[in-house]
């Protein structure tokens, strides 16, 4: 069964981002390591030893005077890394939640005449994510 984005929720830090509209990632990958030799009959691969996170987009509905949104444009600037954890809605009650280090690479406001503020926020995943 399927489940759906609406009230998924991500934080940064001890507190969860509010006014997110839409996010993609984080896009678990490994390196493919080319392993093959002569007595191959077709190409052999291994996993490199270790994983990448890749990055996190978040696209928000941008409040300049929301402490939240404010912390994150002061830590992208600074490079602070922080906890983040995804807490994925499961159908029910339940939860399952994904919680990793991570740094802002970027945060891009905009908007429009007659349109909301916005702000696109990319977030670099470091070290190893907890599924729990």
């Known amino acids: 069964m399927a489940n759906v984005a609406q009230g998924t929720l991500i934080s940064w830090g ?3 981002i509010p006014e997110i509209a839409s996010f993609t990632g984080p896009s678990l990958a490994h390196e493919a390591l ?3 030799d002569l007595d191959s009959v077709g190409k052999d691969y291994l ?3 270790v994983y990448d996170m890749g990055e996190i987009g978040l696209e928000l509905n941008y409040d300049p005077d929301n402490a939240v949104h404010d912390q994150l444009v002061d830590d992208c600037i600074a490079g602070t890394p922080r906890q983040v954890i995804f807490t994925w809605l499961n ?3 339940a939860t399952t939640t994904w919680t ?3 740094f802002a690479t970027g945060f891009s406001p ?3 005449t007659g349109d909301k503020l916005t ?3 990319t977030l670099k995943g470091t070290g190893s994510v907890s599924i729990a």
């Open 100 to 102: 990793f280090s991570a």
């Open 91 to 93: 159908g029910t009650a």
């Open 119 to 121: 702000a696109s926020l």
């Open 14 to 16: 001890a507190t969860s």
């Open 47 to 49: 996993p490199a030893g």
């Open 34 to 36: 080319d392993v093959t």
């Open 110 to 112: 905009g908007g429009s």
